[in-house]
């Protein structure tokens, strides 16, 4: 069987073959759950918001007109249910990055021993929850999720400036953070 595109299987949805949405839902459960477990901080959130998202799409199939990508239209519906998920719950996202002092503790949260212990991997993960909830989505679509500028300027409503002046702060505060827990040798 040959790989779908998102428009045929949304065209075959649409004309009832409602079973082929599961396709739509492997295709993205992974990385809208990554995205959402960085913004949010909370994988039952994440699990609870994805869910929805997903019920979101289906409803809305008929409202997709393929201007953009399917996947961006997703991601679109995935970050503004991230972000009504946190307004509900009464925490702002911070739209100016303040001291690294203020908002981090690594050095104490990480030493030599526990990084011995722990995977790289895991341990990158960690410091990428750590940002600030726009910053750390903004990492995981352009890195993770390998997003162009472009896909990240219309998923979150912002120019394509302001994405890279986004990309570059976070870039500059993941920095910082790994230099102050002195875990630049470990992650070279």
Not at 25 to 47: C, G, H, P, Q, V
Not at 51 to 78: H, M, P
Not at 123 to 143: C, D, G, Q, R, W
Request: glycine content about 2%; some cysteine; overall charge neutral.
């Amino acid at each position: 069987m040959r790989n779908l595109s998102d428009q045929e299987i949304i065209d075959s949805v649409r004309k009832g073959n409602e079973s082929d949405y599961s396709i739509i839902i492997n295709r993205y459960k992974n990385k809208a759950f990554s995205m959402l477990t960085r913004m949010l901080k909370n994988e039952f959130d994440a699990e609870e918001v994805l869910q929805d998202c997903f019920l979101k799409a289906y409803n809305s199939l008929s409202s997709f007109k393929g201007e953009a990508k399917f996947s961006t239209w997703f991601y679109r519906i995935v970050y503004n249910s991230a972000l009504t998920k946190l307004s509900s719950q009464k925490r702002k996202i911070e739209a100016e990055m303040t001291s690294v002092e203020d908002h981090f503790n690594l050095v104490s949260e990480y030493n030599s021993v526990d990084i011995e212990k722990k995977d790289i991997n895991e341990l990158v993960h960690k410091i990428i929850n750590k940002l600030p909830e726009k910053y750390s989505a903004i990492i995981t679509m352009f890195y993770l999720n390998e997003m162009s500028i472009e896909e990240i300027s219309e998923v979150m409503q912002i120019t394509a400036s302001n994405v890279k002046v986004m990309l570059h702060r976070s870039r500059n505060l993941l920095r910082d953070l790994v230099l102050k827990s002195k875990l630049s040798e470990e992650l070279i």
